[in-house]
C-alpha cells in the first residue's frame, strides 16, 4: 500500500517539475499546439451485453389489438391501463446524467508537452521506455495517476488569453488605424473648410469690384453723353465747312469762266497769250476767297521746299560708352531712410501728372491736368516758365539730353516739343488716335519716342518732323516707353501684362517679357542698364535681368497700384509713386 501511494505522489511531482518546466521554458512556442486543446486519454472497459446491469423498458406497440377468439374483459382492462401507464411515462422529463469531464493521464500529458517543446527524440526514448516498463510490469497505468484539473485549466486559460492577446493586437491596429482616417478625414474637412472661406471671400471681393465698375461706369454716362453731344456739333460745323468750301469753289470757277471769256473778248489787243499774268489782270482787286487760295498755295509751296531739303537723321552706329556703367558699386545711401519733408509746391489748379528733374540745373519741371506745364527753381519754388498749348491735360514730359528742348505728351492725341529758352512750341507730333501717356528722347537727340492708348508706339524724326515707326505687338494700351541709355533700344510697358524690346532702327520687337499678373504701369532701366524695373496695377514690382532677359525678384507693396517707379543716380535704391497722394520711400534693390 505504501508502494502504491508514492506511486502517485511521485508521478504528480514529476507533473508539477514538468509543468514548471513547461511554464517557463515553453514560452510562446506552445500557444500554438496549447491553442488546439489538450489530448485526454480516457481507460475504458467494455463488457459483454449479459453483465450489464442496466434494465431496459420495451417499448408497448400502440397498434397493439386483441386477437380475435381471444376477448376477454380482464384482459381488455389490464391493456388498458398498462398503455395509460406508457403514456404517463413517457410525458414525464428523462433526465440523462451529466458526463463528467475526464482528466487527463500523466503520459498524455507528458507527451503532449514534448511535443510542444519540440522534443521529439526526447519523446521516442520516453515511449519506447515507459511502453517497455509497462510491458514488463514493472510500472501499472493505474497506479499513474492523472494530471490534477487544475493543471489543465490553466493551459486552457493561457491558450484563452493568448487568443484574446492576439485579438486585442488587431482591435489596436484596427483603432489606430481608424484613428489615423479620423485624423486625414479631419484635416481634408479644415482644408475644404478654408477653402470654402476662401471662394466665398473671394466671390465677395468679386462683387464689391463689380459694383465698383458699375457705378465707375455709371458715372461715364453724363461724359459719353457730351462727348457725343460735341461729335453731332462737330459733325454739323463739317458738313457747314463743307458747304461753304463747295460754295467757294463753285464761286472761284465761275470767276474763273468769268476771266476766260473776258480774255477772249480781248484777244485782239492782245499780239500773242503770255503765260504770265498781264497788266491788266494785275491791276484787277483780288477777293477775299482768291487771296486766301494764293496764301494756301504760297504755303503749300513753302511746306513741300522745306521738306524737300530735310532729310532724315539716322540713328547713330558707333554710341558713346554710358557714364553710367563707370560709377562706383558702394552704397552711398544711408542704411536708415531719414527722409523729412522740406517744401510744398502749390503750382497747378488740378493734378499734377508728371514730374521731371533738368539734368544740370537745379530746377524741375510738372505737368497737370489744368493742360500747363511749370518750370520751378529748386528749392525755392519759384514758377520761372509756364507752358501752354495742349488742348487737354498733359500725361508726361521729358528732357532733351543738352537740358534745352523739352518733349511733353497729352490727352490730346500729339505730342509738342518746346523751347525752354522761349517757352515756345517747336514742333507737333500728331498720328496717335488716342490719348498719349509717355514720352521719351533718344540719347543723341534727334529722334523722340511715345506710347499711346491705341496700343501703339511711335518713333519721331525731329529733323525730317515725321514718323519713322509705328511700333505694332501689344493688344491693349502701351503706357510706358524709355530708351536704353545710349543704345537704339526701345522698352515698352503695356496694360496687356508684357513687357517689349524693339529696335528703334527697324521697328521690331526683339524680345517681350512676362510674370505680371496685372496691368503694366511703368518700366525703367537702371543707370548702369543691368536691370529693368517694373511696377504694376496691383503694386507689384519686378526686378528683371536685362542680360539674361529672366525675372530676379518680386516685391509686394500692394494693394494700391504702382503708377511710377525709377533708380537713385547709384541705382542701388529704388522710388516708386503708388496712388496720386502718396510716395513709398526708397527700397534697397537686389542686385548692383
Known sequence: MAAQRGMPDSGLRVLEEALGMGLTAAGETADAVAAEGAYYLEQVTITEASEDDYEYEEIPDDNFSIPEGEEDLAKAIQIVQDQATDTH????????????????????????????????????????????????????????????????????????NKNLKKDLKHYKQAADKAREDLLKTQKERDFHRMHHKQIVQERNKLINDLKGLKLHYASYEPALRVLHERHHTLLKEKMLTSLERDRALGQISGFQATLQLMETTRSYKIPKIQVGQSDDRKNVPEGPTQKGLREAREQNKCKKKVKENTKDSKFPIVMQPSPNLYLSKENLCPSKFDYKLNNIFRLHELPVSCVAVHPCKEMLISCGEDRLWKVVGIPNGNVLLTGSGHTDWLSDCCFHPSGNKLATSSGDTTVKLWDLSKATCLLTFEGHSHAVWSCTWHSCGDFVASSSLDSTSKIWDIHSERCRWTLYGHTDSVNSIEFFPFSNTVLTGSADKSLSMWDARTGKCEQSLYGHMHSINDA?????????????????????????????????????????????????????????????????????
Open 89 to 160: 411515462i413517457l410525458e414525464q422529463k428523462t433526465v440523462l446524467p451529466s458526463k463528467q469531464a475526464v482528466p487527463e493521464v500523466i503520459e498524455d500529458f507528458l507527451c503532449n508537452f514534448l511535443i510542444k517543446m519540440g522534443m521529439t527524440r526526447t519523446l521516442d526514448c520516453f515511449q519506447s521506455e515507459w511502453y517497455e516498463l509497462v510491458q514488463k510490469g514493472v510500472t501499472e497505468l493505474k497506479d499513474v495517476g492523472n494530471v490534477p484539473d487544475v493543471y489543465t485549466q490553466n493551459m486552457l486559460l493561457e491558450s484563452e
Open 524 to 592: 525703367t532701366f537702371s543707370p548702369r542698364g543691368h536691370m529693368i524695373a517694373s511696377c504694376d496695377a496691383c503694386g507689384v514690382i519686378k526686378l528683371w535681368d536685362f542680360r539674361k532677359l529672366l525675372p530676379i525678384v518680386s516685391i509686394d507693396i500692394g494693394p494700391s497700384p504702382g503708377n511710377e517707379v525709377n533708380f537713385d543716380s547709384t541705382g542701388t535704391r529704388m522710388h516708386t509713386f503708388k496712388a496720386p497722394e502718396t510716395i513709398t520711400p526708397t527700397l534697397p534693390t537686389v542686385g548692383k
